[in-house]
């Protein structure tokens, strides 16, 4: 069974603490995994696509990065702003329209 | 653009009552979706159209039904709402293939007393 996993559920940080997010996934073949983030009482906000391991993305402080198995979502020096759970997706290969989603981690900086 | 709007925001029922979920686009989405999103779950897709006139289930279709009304319209409904429904609800479209972002609306929270 196709699974997404997110790892921590929670992440509290002091402001300017860098940490990672963990998303791990068992879809083989995968064609897509997308990172979003969503604030309390709001939709999901696109963050980054990857499509192949090795490929890193970058926006402000945060970069994202794949392997075959995973991927991570870095957060460099974060600010109290960057408070939100942060969701990661997995599109799979055999439909492209079905997308399975991790819980989340949320994540709390702390000026 | 508005982008991605649903409406209610937000709306109490009764077991047994009946509601449509309404969502519309204008970033000229191709494919919509519905999905469900419950405390410690991940968001679960109930059903998509890949495009007008089109609709497939997801992962938890039943006791839904959907229209694709047209390319900018996409609406979910309830026949019979039990509590197990009780859910925020989002709606979603990409404009695939030319890319398989998904962009979201604000949801509508649900709760089926």
């Known amino acids: 069974e196709d699974q997404v996993t997110q790892s921590p559920e929670a992440l509290r940080l002091q402001e300017g603490e860098s940490s990672s997010l963990n998303c791990s996934y068992t879809?083989?073949?995968?064609?897509?995994l997308f990172w979003y983030r969503q604030d309390p009482g709001k939709g999901p906000e696109f963050l980054f696509t990857?499509?192949?391991a090795g490929e890193e993305k970058e926006k402000e402080r945060l970069k994202a990065t794949l392997t075959k198995k995973e991927s991570f979502l870095h957060i460099t020096a974060p600010k109290p702003e960057d408070s939100a759970t942060y969701l990661c997706?997995?599109?799979?290969?055999?439909?492209?329209?079905?997308?399975?989603f991790g819980s989340g981690t949320k994540l709390n900086v702390k000026p | 653009n508005a982008g991605v709007t649903q409406t209610p925001k937000f709306q109490v029922l009764k077991t047994g009552q009946s509601m449509t979920l309404q969502c519309a686009q204008d970033m000229n989405h191709n494919s919509m979706y519905w999905y469900r999103q419950d405390p410690g779950m991940g968001l679960r897709l109930i059903y998509y159209s890949a495009s007008e006139g089109t609709t497939d289930k997801g992962e938890v279709p039943n006791g839904y039904n959907v229209s694709r009304l047209n390319k900018r319209e996409f609406s979910l409904r309830l026949e019979s709402a039990a509590p197990s429904q009780t859910s925020v609800y989002f709606c979603?479209?990409?404009?695939?293939?030319?890319?398989?972002?998904?962009?979201f609306g604000p949801g509508t929270r649900l709760t089926v007393l």
């Open positions: 990857l499509y192949s």
């Open positions: 879809v083989s073949g995968l064609r897509g």
């Open positions: 997706a997995v599109q799979a290969p055999y439909n492209f329209n079905k997308f399975y």
């Open positions: 979603a479209g990409t404009t695939s293939p030319s890319t398989d972002t998904q962009y």
